[in-house]
């Protein structure tokens, strides 16, 4: 199975989003380059952000988000962002009513059961899961690998925390992965078992 990484922009004091669940200058590296990131034409990074970060992206197989994520983006009118294949959804509620069935969106009741599926449909592809509260509840039930990190040159002084609510200790390996990009800092790190 492929493994399961924790990802997210966040900011220098460990937020992914402030109070009003806006990510404020958090994306702005996504869009001050020069070198295509995608298809769209609208995500441009520096040539360094690209040659780390597109084939990570071409490794995705799956992504696990939250309700609160989903409902934000508007599930991302029915299309996994990214180009990436599917998204499971951890909620205890039911798809919307005008959900289309057809869509290649899974809502699960429960992180175990989101990483589960997931991995099913990912088969060695990467399973990335979002940061914020499930990510940190994933991490929280042993079940991420890595953490990958986009660290962005802001203090937001409060806000969504890219680790949601967990309040244990969680030992991570030394970063094998530093790369300065053009207003981010690259990072990724192993979860020690």
């Known amino acids: 199975m492929g493994e399961v990484v924790m990802y997210g922009s966040v900011s220098v004091d460990g937020f992914v989003a402030d109070e009003n669940d806006r990510p404020g200058p958090l994306f702005e590296w996504l869009t001050g380059g020069d070198v295509p990131l995608d298809e769209s034409g609208e995500i441009k990074v520096s040539q360094t952000s690209y040659d780390y970060t597109r084939p990570y992206w071409d490794r995705i197989g799956v992504t696990i988000a939250g309700r609160h994520v989903f409902d934000m983006t508007d599930g991302w009118g029915g299309e996994p962002p990214g180009g ?57 039930a042993g079940l991420v690998d890595e953490v990958r990190m986009d660290v962005v040159p802001v203090v937001f002084g409060s806000g969504k925390r890219y680790f949601g609510s967990v309040d244990a200790q969680h030992l991570l390996e030394d970063p094998d992965v530093v790369i300065q990009g053009d207003r981010v800092l690259h990072l990724r790190f192993q979860v020690r078992r």
């Open 84 to 140: 990436i294949a599917h998204v499971v959804v951890v909620t205890h509620r039911p798809p919307p009513e005008d959900w289309d069935p057809e869509a290649p969106f899974h809502f699960v009741d429960g992180v175990e059961a989101a990483v589960a599926r997931a991995q099913e449909l990912a088969g060695d592809r990467i399973v990335e899961v979002a940061a914020g509260d499930v990510g940190g509840q994933v991490l929280a």
